[in-house]
């Protein structure tokens, strides 16, 4: 983001606003604690600030400051309009189309606030009226702490922004892991670190709270495992039978692909999984090196993402998604291959 997109900003904040920050369709960890870190700095400078989810989220998530005063669109429609006909400024955050929030596309595109886009997704639209875009950054709460320290309040950081920013990036990088994870980004853990969080305990609050259930529909997964050694692929499906089994709940298989990508010889990875009530079947790929799940979700899955992780969905069956996903293989070989 340039200094004179910046010190526009400043301008726009520089008196008490009416807020509203925006998360996409499900969110994640980066996109709950990226908007609730957002929104506790806002109201230190006493702009009313709020979040407004276009819908629920994982548990593993409610633990986290300001949680509790996230507005879900889906559930509580009227009172998120009301904010946003009142909205002097839309921050979105960890999503680049506004084809990502579902229902609130509508409200949002006729909102005459002024928009700030702050993300790390490839390819974005062009609808904000200040946009802080950066494909090579490992999560929009990284974004976050940079936009923070750009308008000069890095000193501003306490527990509660550190708590929520600490999450986003932790989640985004898998635990650190990803190549998306760089000497920056270690250094602005340090920092936050430094404000008194317990990092220990963030993780423990995010990975150790699996419900029984969670763990027997891991197992499903497991056993639905497919590998195809000549494409270096590896893919999961779950059917809404077994989700039911299983009393799944949102954010059950948060990381089930993982487990598919960490097969030996395996670089690319996808999970399908069946939704009745979306009538679709929701897809994450996962890939290690230069090759682009991106690029795949795009072109056959309606969805998109980052060169190592993306998501998308498809309108045929369950069988006939797979079907399509080997077909599209032969395709790639090449790129596999060159892995």
Known sequence: M?????????????TPKHIVIVPHKNPDGDAIGSTLALCHYLKLHNHHA???????????????????????????????????????????????????????ENVITASEAKKIMIDHHQQPDDYAD??????TMSSTCEMVFNFIEMLGDVDKIDKAIASCLY????????????SSTSSNTHKIIGKLIETGIS???????????????????????????????????????????ELNTFNFKKGDTEGFVNYAL?????????IFIE?????IIKISLRSKGDFSVNDVARTYFEG????????????????????????????????????
Not at 130 to 135: E, I, N, W
Not at 167 to 178: A, P
Not at 312 to 338: A, M, N, R, V
């Open 199 to 241: 990092n220990s305990e963030i993780h423990n609050n995010i990975h150790d709270s699996n419900s029984y259930e969670r763990m027997q529909l891991l197992g499903c997964a497991l056993s639905n495992l497919k590998v195809i050694p000549e494409y270096q692929t590896a893919y999961i499906t779950l059917t809404q039978e």
């Open 50 to 104: 709020v979040v407004i989810a276009p819908n629920d989220y994982p548990d593993f998530l409610k633990w986290m400051p300001g949680e509790n005063a996230i507005l879900k669109y889906d559930s509580q429609k009227q009172d998120c309009d009301q904010d946003i006909e009142k909205s002097d400024i839309i921050f979105t955050l960890d999503f680049n189309a506004l084809g990502r929030i579902g229902a609130m």
């Open 130 to 135: 200040f946009m802080y875009s950066d494909v």
């Open 262 to 270: 960490s097969v030996k010889g395996v670089i690319f990875a996808a």
């Open 2 to 14: 340039d200094k004179h997109a910046i010190s526009s900003i400043k301008s726009l904040l520089s």
């Open 304 to 339: 998109g993402g980052h060169t190592n992780a993306a998501g998308g969905k498809s309108d045929l069956s369950l069988k006939e998604t797979i079907e399509k996903f080997i077909g599209i293989l032969p395709h790639y070989q090449k790129d596999l291959k060159t892995q």
């Open 275 to 279: 939704s009745h009530q979306d009538k």
């Open 167 to 178: 999450t986003g990036i932790m989640t985004d990088t898998g635990s650190f892991r990803f």
